[in-house]
């Protein structure tokens, strides 16, 4: 299993970005995809997630409304569309491969190697 995380840079407030995960492995229908994102001197704290098969998404309240997650089948890659940044989204984002939901990174095995993502004010 592996997962690759792209996509960052600097934008400034009110802006947009794109982050990509390319995932490959095994049974991805049965899998969560989930976006973490860790500011420095914080915790790694949950973004969103997909359920591969069904399509579900599930926001953390911070982003809803602003961020949307999505997925390419044919890809094998998601998405995580950022719109309305602000700078307090500033981060390292994650992307994570777990079997089950989980809002806790303990929950996830494998993990993306992460890219920064910088909003300026």
């Known amino acids: 299993v592996q997962l690759q995380a792209s996509g960052g840079g600097l934008e400034q407030a009110g802006g947009s970005l794109r982050l990509s995960c390319a995932a490959s492995g095994r049974h991805l229908s049965s899998s969560v995809i989930s976006w973490f994102r860790q500011a420095p001197g914080k915790q790694r704290d949950f973004v969103g997630a997909?359920?591969?098969?069904?399509?579900?998404?599930y926001y953390a309240d911070s982003v809803k409304g602003r961020f949307t997650i999505s997925r390419d089948n044919a890809k094998n890659t998601v998405y995580l569309q950022m719109t309305s940044l602000k700078p307090e989204d500033t981060a390292v984002y994650y992307c994570?491969?777990?079997?089950?939901?989980?809002?806790?990174?303990?929950?996830?095995?494998?993990w993306g190697q992460g890219t920064l993502v910088t909003v300026s004010s």
């Open positions: 997909i359920r591969w098969g069904r399509g579900s998404t």
């Open positions: 994570a491969r777990g079997g089950t939901l989980a809002y806790a990174p303990a929950g996830y095995k494998y």
